[in-house]
């Protein structure tokens, strides 16, 4: 007997009332399918199609996940069986199917990603084979978890937007930190941008991932780095417009000196050192200020060696950002990771902090 006449059999025979039946029906079908001899024609893979379709409708979970495997790794599949399958509220039905079919196109798992859960938005963010506007459909509606197992699947590629967004995600969800900063394909700055939210371990992984790159991609990441304004940051200190004053009188007299600096903190005059630390590095306020409020001494340190200050100069200004007490020791655990800091890395990391600067977009090179 044909293949094809013993399709028209089947058909048939899936007129029949019996459920036991009908599963032995859908098992035939399926058999059939893949032992199809030649090329299937759209006549033929529509027969299949239906056939499938409806028999799969009616069946158990157990039963349309055993389709859903055998299915998975077809390469050429029917087109409604699958995305019915894909559907499935089961994981057990649409993962096998989410997470490997080759068959599934990207319109098919976009409407899946739009319209599904977020069970069915994890097994999507495993794939091997994402596009991007997959990837990005999944940044845009998925809860935190399901973003953490996206963002470890290296083959997952993000648009610069998605990318954005992910990075604000992180901001509010330290658990989602390591996975934004292992993401070696996340542009530069935007790592970067990471700095301030992070603890020291993944610091380093920043800095290590800075020291590294060639120059030309590095002016490439700074060119194309979008930036939002400084103000988003906060509201600026009661006393700023004075602050700024008295900093740029010490400017135009030259007396902007190191020991100035220590002496405006010696002084308690905090918005003064702040404001003379960000020109001083060519930063917004908002991220100096938030140096000195958060007591963030790595950071500090990269902004004295990019402006080579000696290591006593630094030593000083952590003891007097410093609660009272706690100076002295972080000095002391300070100095010689001071000493060890490439001034050639302190610049690089500077730059994308002093980007913060800058209203809007940068244009690409």
């Not at 157990?62 to 699958?82: D, H, I, K, Q, Y």
């Not at 068959?103 to 599904?116: G, I, W």
Request: proline share 4%; glycine share 6%.
């Amino acid at each position: 007997m044909s293949n094809a006449s013993k399709l028209d059999e089947l058909i048939a025979l899936a007129r029949e009332p019996s459920s036991a039946r009908r599963r032995e029906l859908l098992r035939e079908v399926t058999d059939l399918f893949f032992s199809f001899s030649g090329p299937r024609g759209p006549e033929e893979m529509s027969l299949f199609d239906g056939v499938l379709t409806r028999l799969a409708d009616e069946m158990e979970e157990e039963v349309r996940a055993e389709l859903a495997n055998r299915f998975a790794g077809a390469a050429a599949a029917p087109a409604s069986l699958l995305k019915t399958l894909a559907n499935d509220e089961s994981g057990a039905v649409s993962g096998p199917l989410l997470v490997r079919s080759k068959a599934l196109t990207e319109n098919d798992l976009l409407e899946v990603a739009s319209a599904r859960g977020q069970g069915h938005l994890r097994m999507i963010s495993g794939r091997s084979d994402l596009s991007e506007a997959v990837s990005d459909k999944v940044v845009e509606r998925a809860d935190d978890e399901t973003l953490g197992v996206l963002l470890r699947n290296p083959k997952a590629p993000l648009s610069r937007q998605a990318a954005e967004t992910v990075v604000d995600r992180a901001a509010a969800n330290p658990a989602l930190h390591e996975a934004v900063i292992d993401r070696q394909t996340l542009p530069i700055d935007l790592l970067n941008e990471m700095y301030f939210l992070v603890e020291a371990r993944l610091r380093e992984r920043i800095l290590a991932r800075n020291a590294g790159m060639d120059p030309g991609d590095l002016e490439a990441a700074l060119a194309a780095g979008r930036r939002k304004v400084a103000e988003r940051d906060g509201v600026l200190p009661s006393d700023y417009g004075a602050a700024v004053a008295h900093v740029k009188n010490m400017l135009a007299k030259g007396t902007m000196t190191p020991s100035a600096l220590a002496s405006l903190l010696r002084h308690g005059e905090r918005t003064r050192f702040v404001v003379a630390l960000s020109e001083l590095a060519d930063i917004d306020f908002h991220t100096a200020n938030r140096i000195v409020d958060r007591q963030e001494v790595d950071a500090l340190a990269i902004i004295c060696k990019a402006a080579d200050f000696d290591r006593t100069l630094f030593l000083t200004f952590t003891v007097l950002i410093m609660e009272p007490g706690k100076g002295m020791m972080v000095a002391n655990s300070y100095g010689q990771r001071y000493a060890e800091l490439p001034r050639d890395l302190a610049l690089r990391t500077l730059r994308f902090w002093r980007m913060r600067r800058q209203t809007g977009d940068v244009a690409a090179a």
